[in-house]
């Protein structure tokens, strides 16, 4: 695991810096104290990242759970009652993981998980636009279209001018000029560029231009544009920020059912980031996705166990991850270990970060997760391939990322339904001498009730006097649907003077009284029927 350590190092630096400001936004939009947001980044970088199988993927709090998390604690009648049900969902989780639920992550089509990728740097681009102005109405790390503030996604970039920091936009732009400089310039020219990272560079100059223009009224920056981590007075207050889960609602049936509903949607947004984040990787490695799943159950025990938000593997600080240059999963402990050490020593260094050099780091991420070229590419390769991609990437932007998921999944299963239907057979016209039809029908290896309503409509078409040839020596799994819709058939074909030939690995038979029973005694053994 150290073996790349002069690549994790600094990558784990930049993950921090993304990862700090989601962790308070999230706990902000979520309701809960901002410390919980914070909790749960640590406990996503040290323990998660060491018992996960991902070399690349980050945990952490995740914006796609918090509003299910402010609802909660609202119906549970307190953080401790909610705390519990983080808990019961962690431990839900590593029985899913048990149970090998995690082959699911393996089912959603590429062109959804490049649809997700895409929508989520989308995303990350509309919504850092504002706080790179200094408008941050909306919490970072927010990712629905409709804000927490009342406005949307497109009408918060429409009023920034009217609230536009000066000092927020230059040094955002002095932050986002060095990042790029670093990224396409100096780091091809010294390997200390590529130890000494253009974001950790931007993050300081944006503390020292802080500090240097807190007299000019034109250009300094107020405490409400700044990263605001708690700041405890001594030990005893630092303890405080702590919080334990109330287990006396044990009994309370909505904390399970806050529970059940934080498991799946937690387990289902990792599996979609794991799937998302091993496509990234340049040297795709494969994580193991049931031992994900106890990774992110102990995670979320543990973090509920203390007073942490719940916990997911998440795109946003896992592409970081990737585009840093990491190689193995030391940087996200590392980044772990980051955040732990920094709300403990320089609380107060770190609140003189302004929040538009972090939207600066962010607008790189999503640019290079949305590049334009990616389209074109997906455009190519067919409609099979594009229109679920779209479709996820409207659906993300206009609502959200399980929705846009959702939609973009369906659309997926629609073009396979099509393929499917059109697939399930091949035809063949070979004589039509003596005012026969000789047609060959080829059925595929496996012909599920899906195709039901292709051959039904091809053998409904056949005329009158025709002689059918039905191979099925290459179908290894036939459904019972086709087979009844065969001997179903046979009465009509017998109205309609039509002969049925069937060719099958154990020999020839014409008109069969029942194709049944044929298919029950010609089957081969590695043949299957439903």
């Known amino acids: 695991m150290f073996k790349y350590i002069k690549k994790d190092l600094p990558a784990s630096i930049v993950v921090f810096f993304v990862a700090l400001p989601l962790c308070l936004g999230i706990a ?13 980044g640590i406990i996503g970088g040290i323990v998660v990242g060491g018992l996960s199988g991902s ?4 945990s952490g709090p995740a914006a796609g759970l918090a509003a299910i998390v402010l609802t909660a604690i609202g119906t549970l009648g307190g953080y401790q009652n909610f705390l519990l049900a983080v808990v019961l969902g962690g431990i839900i989780q590593i029985v899913l993981g048990i149970l090998k639920a995690g082959v699911i992550g393996y089912y959603f089509p590429s062109s959804v998980i490049k649809g997700m990728l895409t929508g989520i740097g989308i995303i990350i681009i509309l919504k850092q636009i504002p706080h790179f102005f200094g408008y941050d109405a909306e919490p970072e790390g927010a990712d629905s279209f409709i804000e927490t503030s009342g406005e949307n996604t497109f009408s918060a970039i429409l009023n920034i001018f009217d609230n536009l920091i000066l000092g927020s936009l230059v040094i955002g732009l002095i932050g986002l000029a060095v990042i790029l400089f670093w990224d396409k310039v100096l780091s091809k020219k010294a390997k200390f560029f590529t130890i000494i990272q253009g974001p950790l560079v931007a993050v300081v100059l944006g503390i020292v231009f802080y500090m240097l223009t807190g007299s000019n009224e034109s250009l300094k920056i107020s405490e409400s544009h700044l990263v605001n981590v708690p700041i405890p007075d001594d030990i005893n207050s630092f303890l405080n920020q702590f919080s334990f889960p109330n287990f006396g609602a044990i009994t309370n049936p909505e904390v399970w059912i806050v529970a059940f509903t934080i498991a799946l949607v937690a387990s289902l947004e990792t599996l979609l980031s794991v799937e998302a984040c091993d496509k990234l990787d340049p040297n795709k490695n494969v994580t193991p996705t049931n031992r994900e799943l106890l990774a992110q159950g102990t995670g979320n025990i543990i973090s509920g166990l203390i007073g ?38 320089i609380p107060t260094l770190l609140n003189k970060i302004p929040l538009s050099v972090l939207a600066a780091i962010l607008l790189v991420v999503g640019y290079k997760l949305a590049k334009p070229s990616l389209f074109k590419k997906m455009y190519n390769l067919g409609w099979k391939q594009f229109v679920p991609f779209i479709v996820t990437i409207v659906g993300i932007v206009f609502t959200d990322l399980l929705v846009g998921i959702g939609l973009g999944l369906g659309v997926g299963i629609v073009v396979i339904l ?24 080829t059925l595929a290896e496996e012909v599920t009730f899906f195709n039901k309503g292709s051959i039904l409509n091809e053998l409904d078409s056949l005329p009158k006097n025709t002689y059918l040839e039905l191979d099925v020596r290459k179908t290894t799994y036939l459904d019972h649907d086709i087979i009844e819709i065969l001997d179903d058939f046979t009465i ?15 020999g020839i038979e014409e008109n069969p009284d029942s194709f049944i029973e044929f298919f029950k ?3 081969k053994p590695t043949q299957k029927r439903k």
Not at 28 to 40: C, K, N, Q
Not at 309 to 334: D, F, W
């Open 28 to 40: 902000l939009a979520s309701g809960a104290p901002l410390f919980s947001g914070v909790i749960a």
């Open 55 to 58: 070399k690349l993927g980050v």
């Open 308 to 345: 942490g938000l719940p916990i997911t593997q998440v795109i946003v600080r896992s592409s970081a991850n990737v585009q840093s240059g990491a190689r193995t999963k030391l940087s996200t402990i590392i980044h772990g270990f980051l955040l732990l050490i920094s709300v403990i020593l």
């Open 418 to 441: 099509i393929k499917s239907f059109q697939n399930s057979h091949f035809l063949h016209i070979e004589d039509k001498s003596n005012d026969r039809n000789q047609i060959k029908m």
């Open 492 to 506: 009509k074909a017998r109205e309609r003077n039509i002969d049925i030939k069937i060719i099958s690995e154990r």
């Open 521 to 523: 005694l010609n089957l």
